[in-house]
Nanobody, 121 residues
Framework: QVQLVESGGGLVQAGGSLRLSCAAS????????MGWHRQAPGKQRELVAA???????NYADSVKGRFTISRDNAKNTVYLQMNSLKPEDTAVYYC???????????????WGQGTQVTVSS
């Protein structure tokens, strides 16, 4: 199994910045893609940003130019730098990892417990 632990959420004023971190741990695993989803009250969970092991990135249109995803493969950690935050960015942010357990066929998605980001106007 792969465990994901997030940190860095909190309350910030509109226009401010936050940095989320997510560290993966476990035994004998290899992570392909890591990323972040978010879910606001009454809305479906949506992809925010993702990054492959090789560094290719993908962003939701709503965060392009404001958020930056990065990754430290040696530490199995993914980061989300969020700048120019807006009230509509308020949500629970979930880290995920698309990973392979060594010696086990196939891949699975693993999720963190979520971290609250609240942006006040």
């Amino acid at each position: 199994q792969v465990q994901l632990v997030e940190s860095g959420g909190g309350l910030v004023q509109a226009g401010g910045s936050l940095r989320l971190s997510c560290a993966a741990s476990g035994r004998r695993f290899s992570i392909n893609t890591m990323g972040w989803h978010r879910q606001a009250p009454g809305k479906q969970r949506e992809l925010v940003a993702a990054i492959t092991r090789g560094g290719s990135t993908n962003y939701a249109d709503s965060v392009k130019g404001r958020f930056t995803i990065s990754r430290d493969n040696a530490k199995n950690t993914v980061y989300l730098q969020m700048n120019s935050l807006k009230p509509e960015d308020t949500a629970v942010y979930y880290c995920y990892a698309h990973a392979t357990l060594l010696g086990v066929p196939g891949t699975n998605d693993y999720w963190g417990q979520g971290t609250q980001v609240t942006v006040s106007s």
